[in-house]
């Protein structure tokens, strides 16, 4: 399936940056690879992924409206 | 709520009324980042106009996109500039990483349905190791039963250091490059304090629903305290 592979170490050593999308593509299928046949590395995978769920919907907020209308008014008067 | 930038979602009229006449830090502080803000980030609008243009392949209103979306994100985070350095640098890298992002997008789609077609195979698996899930479904439940004003309150109670990093991270879904740029530090320090924002943002939210009185089972206790212990030994 993939010439990379991840041990469990490395799995779990990865498992932020896998989350946040910052491995490359090769590295990315390993892991992938590999939470599908470990259930350890898939649980440690998935309270972090429960987590930043958390976090997120919790903590979401938006830049003001009103700044983003001035932000925008200044762009069209570029010109 | 919990913003780094900004405490609470203030409307500009509020401000523009109120701010001068009250004593409301929060206020205060929200008047003084916009006047900073018209005052050195809006003037250099022409100056980085060329190069968003450039960015977007010379089309304008792709161009403009990029152009608000960049200077929202850098009101967001005006706070973590530090005043006296170049923001003409500055903006410019988070216009970059911007437009890199927004390149990135498709390419992104692709891969994780690529990823998601992967998953299936987890579908036909044997569940042998029960006791490893209900850990995890111990940990998930608790996580669940926080209230949303306790997880901000752990995310507040961060270092301020280590919350701009999960903030921008996990809420913003910025790259580490752009995070490493927006804050002025290396990639290598915005992952270690983003695994170490982490970890304290579990042990805390697993205080949390102990002292709340949950019914914290076993399992998840051991759970956290075990993935703690690991992380603590690194």
Same mark, same amino acid.
């Given at each position: 399936m993939s010439e990379v592979q991840v041990d469990c170490e490395e799995c779990q050593e990865q498992v932020h940056e896998y989350l946040q999308r910052e491995v490359n593509e090769e590295l990315s299928k390993a892991i992938t690879a590999h939470l599908a046949n470990c259930d350890h590395c898939d649980d440690v995978y998935k309270i972090e992924n429960d987590l930043n769920q958390v976090i997120r919907t919790s903590c979401e907020t938006e830049t003001p409206e009103e700044v983003i209308a001035r932000i925008r008014k200044h762009i069209a008067e570029l010109g | 709520m919990t913003a780094l930038a900004f405490s609470s979602p203030i409307t500009l009229k509020r401000l523009n009324s109120k701010a001068m006449t009250t004593k409301d830090p929060a206020l205060e502080a929200e008047a003084l980042k916009l006047l900073q803000f018209e005052q050195? !980030?809006?003037? #250099?609008m022409p100056k980085l106009m060329p190069f968003a243009m450039e960015k977007s392949q010379y089309n304008r209103s792709e161009a403009e996109d990029l152009m608000q979306e960049s200077f929202a994100k850098a009101y967001r985070y005006w706070n973590t500039f530090e005043q006296g350095t170049n923001v003409y640098g500055w903006l410019k890298k988070i216009v970059k990483n911007t437009a890199i992002n927004r390149g990135m997008k498709e390419a992104k789609h692709q891969q994780v349905s690529a990823l998601d077609d992967m998953e299936d195979?987890? #579908? @036909?698996? $044997? !569940?042998? *190791?029960v006791t490893a899930r209900a850990n995890r479904s111990a940990e998930s439940e608790v996580l669940a039963k926080l209230a949303s004003n306790d997880v901000q309150d752990a995310v507040d109670s961060l270092k301020p250091e280590f919350r701009a990093v999960v903030q921008m991270a996990?809420? $913003? @879904?910025? *790259?580490y490059q752009e995070i490493a740029d927006i804050l002025g530090i290396r990639i290598g320090t915005v992952m270690s304090r983003l695994h170490r924002g982490k970890k304290t943002l579990r042990e805390t939210l697993y205080n949390y629903a102990q002292q709340e009185g949950y019914n914290v089972d076993a399992a998840a206790k051991e759970a956290v305290v075990k993935e703690a212990k690991k992380g603590s030994k690194k």
């Open positions: - | 050195q !980030a809006i003037p #250099l195979f987890k #579908l @036909g698996e $044997d !569940a042998h *190791s996990i809420v $913003d @879904g910025y *790259s």
